[in-house]
Structures are given as structure tokens and as C-alpha cells.
């Protein structure tokens, strides 16, 4: 840093905080250490007695924090996303829109990875609300070499860091099946919950059958409501091991692609998804769904809503913090619960 006459300050950055007082009314930072030096400011800077002041010389190779935040901010801001301006090298994204925040995790660990530079954002892969914080950038020190940030846009690549994708997914065929069901023995209590979780995505149930158990008649509802201009089909009970259990075998025979049967997830170990040739997703779920409070469907359903088609290996990453601690007062999503 070096000292110089106030009047050749414009373009500099302050070293320091610089305080204003203004007896009786306030006293304060008038202005911050970072700031750039306007000719607005010289008067100001005058009549606090500021005949002259501490700057940073920026040297060519150097950034200030804010041209560095802008530059941070570029690798990740994508479409359906809203920015702050630039505050003490700080930027932060918020979400213009509902939908769910999707993290390139390698890529951004590689960013992180460099000295004197940060992205930090919400868990990839979850539901957003409108106005909600997806991320803020910021450089460590003041001033930082421009090499730094060349090097996290090559590390960054030529896409942004995050996507922010829409609902796409609208409408759900459900099959129930049971036989205790299918006869009036008891209430279907299943559907109810799986069309609340469905709604809070915008997704409606436009189809709706009751089955009895066994495989003939799973086959038949499935083959009927792929005929139908439905989004998703989903299969509630019938998930588990038992003989008569035939829900996993019908929906693999009725030409689904399987991607898992089985989750590192408590509650919901016995969740399936599949996939038929048209792209449409096929789901299996398990009794927990319609008790426990949240399960493997509240985890996925967000990222099948917005059409990411999932992979074993999305499950696979699940079993870490897949582990519903069963508060008595339950919290979710803000709780450890699938994070």
C-alpha cells in the first residue's frame, strides 16, 4: 500500500475502513476498505480531513475483490437464477424461479480447490422455493492475482456450475394394489399421501386403479396405464419380499428398464425405479412412504419431477446421511436427512 494526496485517489482501492462523524447525527464507516475511489468522493474525503490516504496499488496481473466476485459469480449463474451486486467481494444467487438446484460437484471442487477463492451453495439435487439462496462466491483477500481466476474458469469449464431446472413432470398414473384394498377390507390411505407429495411439485394424479394382488392383474393395470397420457406410473404396496409381494416383478416384466430395486435409505430400503423405452418413469413404493414422514420418494422425487433421468450410482451416493433419525418433532427437509 502507499500513501497519497486525496486528490489523486480516483481508480484506488482503500486500505482501511475510513469513519465519518457528524456531531450530533452519526458517526460511522462513510466508507469501507475495498472501496474504489470516485471524484464523487474526493469532496467527502476532504471534508473529513482526509488531505491523504492509504491506498493499495494495483498492480497490472491484480484484481480488486468485486471485478473477482464478478468473475466467480460468471461460472455459475445459470438460467432461472437472480444476482446481488457485488459487496466486499461477495455475490450471491438466488433462485428466479421453484424448481431443483443442480451442483456439478467435480467441477466445483476443482474451483475450490484453488488458494484464495470460494463457491459455496445449497446441496445439489434438492428443491428450491422462489427467493431462495443458491450460492455466494467470494475471494479471500482484497486484491488477488488474475492468474487464480483463470485458473477456476479453466477449471469451471464452459458451463455454468448450476442449474436451476423447472418442473417438467405433470401428470401420474397411480396403481394400488392389495387385496384388503381392492375389496373394501380397509381404507385406501396409500393414494392420499402420494397425491399431496405429487402436488407439492405440480404434478396432478389423473389415473387411478385398485388391483388385487397377483401378477396377472399388475401386468394388466401397467400395460393400461402406459396407454395413457400420464408423465409417471407409480405402484404403491406389494414392495416387499413376501411371495405374494409381486410388484417388483410385474413392473420389471412389463418392459421397465430397471435402475434399482433397493436403496441406502432408511426409511424406503425397498424403493424401485425404472424406466420404460419412451423415457417415462416407473416407481415402486414401499409401505413407509405412506407413514413415515419423509423417505427415499421425498429424495428423488424433486429431481424425476424436473425429468433428470437417475443412475445406480445417484442411489449408490444416498447412503451417507440416508439415515432418518426419527425425531419426534420432524424437521424435514431441514434436517441431515439425505444430505
Not at 451486486?85 to 450471491?92: A, F
Not at 402406459?226 to 406389494?238: H, W
Request: with cysteine; charged share 25%; proline share 6%.
Amino acid at each position: 500500500m502507499k500513501k497519497i494526496p486525496v486528490e489523486q485517489a480516483v481508480g484506488q482501492v482503500l486500505c482501511h475502513d475510513m469513519t465519518q462523524i457528524i456531531p450530533g447525527v452519526s458517526k460511522g464507516p462513510r466508507f469501507r476498505k475495498g472501496h474504489i475511489v470516485t471524484p464523487e468522493d474526493i469532496p467527502v474525503l476532504l471534508s473529513m480531513g482526509k488531505e491523504s490516504i492509504y491506498v493499495f496499488e494495483l498492480a497490472p496481473g491484480w484484481l480488486h475483490e468485486d471485478e473477482a466476485a464478478e468473475r466467480l459469480c460468471a461460472l455459475c449463474i445459470g438460467e432461472g437464477m437472480e444476482r446481488s451486486g457485488p459487496k466486499e467481494g461477495k455475490i450471491e444467487l438466488t433462485a428466479g424461479r421453484d424448481g431443483v438446484l443442480m451442483v456439478d460437484t467435480a467441477r466445483l471442487n476443482a474451483v475450490n480447490a484453488i488458494e484464495e477463492l470460494m463457491i459455496a451453495t445449497r446441496k445439489g439435487g434438492r428443491p428450491v422455493r422462489k427467493g431462495d439462496k443458491l450460492c455466494g462466491t467470494r475471494v479471500i483477500p482484497l486484491v488477488i492475482e488474475e492468474e487464480k481466476l483463470r485458473a477456476a474458469e479453466q477449471a469451471a469449464g464452459d458451463k455454468p456450475l448450476l442449474q436451476l431446472l423447472p418442473y417438467k413432470l405433470k401428470t401420474a398414473a397411480v396403481i394400488t394394489t392389495g387385496s384388503e384394498v381392492a375389496k373394501g377390507r380397509i381404507t385406501d390411505r396409500f393414494t392420499p399421501v402420494v397425491e399431496k407429495k405429487l402436488s407439492e411439485f405440480g404434478i396432478r394424479m389423473t389415473e387411478h386403479r385398485v388391483v388385487d394382488d397377483g401378477m396377472d392383474n399388475l401386468l394388466e393395470a401397467l400395460a393400461e396405464m402406459r396407454k395413457k397420457p400420464v408423465d409417471m406410473i407409480l405402484c404403491t404396496g406389494g414392495m416387499s419380499v413376501d411371495p405374494d409381494d409381486n410388484t417388483p416383478g410385474a413392473i420389471r416384466r412389463s418392459g421397465a428398464r430397471i435402475v434399482t430395486y433397493g436403496a441406502p435409505v432408511l426409511p424406503g430400503a425397498m424403493f424401485l425405479l425404472g424406466y420404460y423405452e419412451d423415457g417415462r418413469p416407473v416407481m415402486g413404493l414401499p409401505g413407509c412412504v405412506m407413514y413415515a414422514k419423509a423417505t427415499i420418494f421425498d429424495l428423488v422425487l424433486p429431481r424425476i419431477a424436473a425429468g433428470v433421468e437417475l443412475t445406480r450410482q445417484d442411489f449408490t451416493t444416498l447412503g451417507e446421511g440416508g439415515l432418518c433419525l426419527g425425531c419426534d418433532v420432524c424437521t424435514y427437509p431441514h434436517c441431515p436427512f439425505g444430505r
